[in-house]
């Protein structure tokens, strides 16, 4: 077809051409990018896995001890809160009260495990917090327990150390920066509510922590060590960010 | 200083260039934008769909979301390829405030934003703007009408509101007072969504214009466009 009878045609057709064209570049450049992708591929891996480091330099310096989570009305916490693991609520572990022991490793002076009677006596403080989830959902609750700078400082941990790691009776895995566990709001909670934290919930303790996304707040929790190396996490080890700072 | 140098003349073809309507920087600065936006966007429709902020029945397509394949992300990892779409999303954040940033200081500072994006006045929008729904505006390459200024504006301006609405959902403890100027942690979000609705509109009017006169897109590769290509020609009512 010449130029000349390309241009005699109506101009609405010519439009037409031009949005079919537009169409077919931005769905093929968006296929390109989503359906035959890049993102497996080893090299964008490494690449994303870079910035994603770079990212857990980037929240540790936004990070301020002093900086506190808002907090709520009670009336505004939710008691049926969502249930929210790697597996469904029928396997949660149900650990017992008597048997629970707390082990303790890592740069720690004092290794001697924790019942749960002695960790009962420890003084207690409740928050009425959001809990942000990496998915995207967010809820009110309320916790109740002992700061775990408290606990470091008790059981002489080395404050100085870079990473507070935790390992769970359900396989789950962890660590946090030294500056989050020492955060006045990073509790170990012993409680829902004014009740028991149930085990759907993560009976005998979760470490709640309302400077950090959901995953970053473990349940079950039956280690405590103080390291200096990384240590990576369940999730983390699946490519989500290690900081994860809210 | 010594003696003058003297250059001797080049020998030019006797057709003069066109002169240059985008310098190399802005072209440079275009074009990281456009990928950092195809990126955030994409990438932020899967993270969207992980769990809508919207309460309405309405999620993307996966395959037209950025962040792997997702029966491969089930298998190897046990969820539906979020993490690579976050870490998509706050690797290309950076590529995309720092681009950014370099725009606004260069655009302020060399002139650009106050040459070519004004002045703006609400008679002449509405003059164009009507003249575009007829199908009457002329586009003279390198010149902005009144609509073009205000689309510039506007979309710098939903950009803004993005950003800060992402950050304010990134960081709602170390930056409360900007989650809570946004309505707070799950309003937030909605408006980042409806920020990125608003950028996505513009794009798609952007690409369709700019498909409509092709020099535009010379023009922005190689910073001027040759004259015979141009195809835009004033039009009179």
Not at chain 1, 104 to 131: C, F, M, N, Y
Not at chain 2, 45 to 58: C, G
Not at chain 2, 119 to 148: C, K, M
């Amino acid at each position: 077809m010449t130029r000349a009878t390309l241009e005699r045609k109506p101009l609405v057709r010519g439009i037409e051409r031009r949005l079919f064209l537009r169409q077919t570049l931005s769905l093929g450049a968006l296929v390109m990018l989503g359906g035959c992708d890049i993102s497996d591929q080893d090299s964008v891996q490494a690449v994303l896995r870079a910035m994603s480091r770079w990212n857990d330099r980037a929240q540790a310096l936004l990070f301020r001890e002093s900086r506190l989570a808002p907090t709520f009305a009670e009336s505004e916490a939710v008691r049926d809160f969502r249930y929210n693991a790697y597996f469904p609520v029928e396997a949660v572990p149900k650990l017992s009260a008597d048997d629970y022991r707390l082990e303790l490793s890592g740069l720690i002076s004092d290794k001697r495990p924790w019942t749960l009677e002695r960790l009962h006596a420890l003084p207690q403080e409740s928050q009425v917090t959001r809990h942000v989830c990496v998915e995207g959902w967010s809820m009110i609750g309320k916790w109740r327990g002992t700061p775990l700078g408290t606990f470091l400082q008790r059981v002489g941990a080395d404050l100085t150390a870079k990473y507070v790691g935790y390992r769970c009776a359900d396989g789950y895995y962890g660590s946090i920066d030294m500056p989050t566990a020492l955060h006045p709001q990073t509790i170990m909670a012993f409680g829902f509510f004014d009740e028991t934290i149930p085990a759907k919930y993560g009976f005998p303790f979760k470490i709640r922590i309302p400077t950090k996304l959901g995953f970053k707040n473990p349940k079950w929790v039956t280690t405590l060590y103080v390291t200096n190396r990384p240590t990576g996490g369940f999730w983390e080890d699946r490519g989500y960010n290690w900081f994860s700072g809210l | 200083m010594t003696a003058a140098v003297v250059r001797p003349a080049t020998p030019r073809a006797a057709v003069p260039r066109p002169a240059v309507l985008h310098p190399l920087s802005r072209r440079i600065m275009h074009w990281l934008n456009a990928l950092a936006i195809l990126i955030m966007i994409g990438s932020g429709w899967r993270i969207y769909d992980s769990y809508p902020a919207l309460s309405i029945d309405f999620g993307f397509p996966p395959a037209y979301t950025l962040g792997g394949d997702l029966s491969r992300s089930e298998a190897l990892n046990n969820e539906d390829g979020l993490a690579n779409a976050l870490a998509w999303h706050f690797g290309a954040m950076w590529l995309l405030v720092i681009n950014l940033a370099v725009y606004l200081i260069v655009g302020f500072v060399s002139g650009h934003f106050r040459r070519d994006f004004l002045p703006l006045r609400l008679s002449g929008l509405i003059h164009d703007f009507v003249a575009a729904l007829r199908f009457r505006l002329a586009h003279t390459l390198g010149e902005y009408n009144a609509v073009q200024k205000f689309f510039y504006w506007g979309v710098l301006f939903a950009l803004l509101v993005t950003i800060l609405s992402g950050l304010s959902i990134w960081k709602p403890v170390q930056f409360h007072e900007l989650t809570w100027l946004f309505g707070g942690y799950e309003f937030a979000r909605v408006v980042h969504f409806f920020g990125m609705c608003a950028i996505a509109a513009f794009i798609v009017v952007h690409v369709a214009l700019a498909l409509l006169v092709p020099s535009t897109i010379v023009a922005m590769v190689l910073g001027r466009a040759p004259r015979g290509h141009h195809h835009s020609k004033k039009k009179q009512p």
